[in-house]
């Protein structure tokens, strides 16, 4: 018989994670993953990379919490190169004019591990997205709210960033950070029920 879920550790500080967890109707403790993305190579295929970082995350979780730990990673790539987060505004700018009025691939590899089980789940989920043109000052008024510093490819496709792109063709969750359905199926696959009462 399958096992009622009802909290998990994410080894994340996207508060999007968080939320969209919290929207399964589960309790998130956010904990800390000692995994430094700068200490490992990124010269690697960009699903492979994503998928990487997601495991490493999670083997790195820190503290106590729930048992069930889920991390996540994701990378943006236009003409073959990886797009992490910016580290400054000119940073972010020189992104969304790559960006601009072009389709690009975002990649979210996750982790899921039972640790008290010592079981693991992990995959990882590609969307395209195209954006609109985007004028100078649209770019520099996105900038200007501070939205691009946290995420991958210097947007996010919630909030604001929505404005930024013309459509999409895969899961809408892969690029917001957390490929709801595909994680539901690896928790299926540990014998956890999201659905039990």
């Known amino acids: 018989m399958s096992k009622r879920l009802t909290a998990v550790a994410l080894a994340s500080q996207s508060p999007r994670r968080r939320e969209l967890l919290r929207g399964l109707g589960l309790e998130v403790t956010v904990v800390r ?3 430094d993305e700068g200490s490992v190579p ?10 990487d970082f997601a495991r490493r995350k999670a083997a790195a979780a820190e503290g106590g919490g729930p048992p069930l730990v889920i991390a996540a990673d ?8 990886v797009l992490g987060k910016p580290s400054d505004a000119d940073q972010a700018v020189w992104m969304l004019r790559k960006l601009s009025g072009r389709e690009h691939v975002v990649h979210t590899g996750f982790a899921v591990v039972d640790r008290a089980a010592q079981l693991q789940r992990d995959g990882v989920n590609s969307t395209r997205v195209r954006f609109l043109p985007l004028s100078e000052p649209q770019i520099a ?7 691009p ?3 991958a490819g ?7 960033g929505a404005l930024l792109v013309s459509s999409i063709d895969g899961d809408f969750y892969t ?3 957390l490929p709801l359905a595909r994680v539901g199926e690896a928790l299926a696959q540990l014998d956890y029920d999201l659905f039990a009462q």
């Open 149 to 151: 510093f946290d995420k």
């Open 33 to 35: 993953s000692g995994f």
């Open 74 to 81: 994701t990378v943006v790539v236009i003409d073959d190169e």
């Open 141 to 147: 008024g996105y900038v200007a709210t501070g939205d």
């Open 42 to 51: 990124w010269d690697r295929e960009p699903a492979a990379l994503a998928l």
């Open 175 to 177: 690029v917001m950070g």
């Open 154 to 160: 210097a947007y996010g496709i919630q909030g604001r």
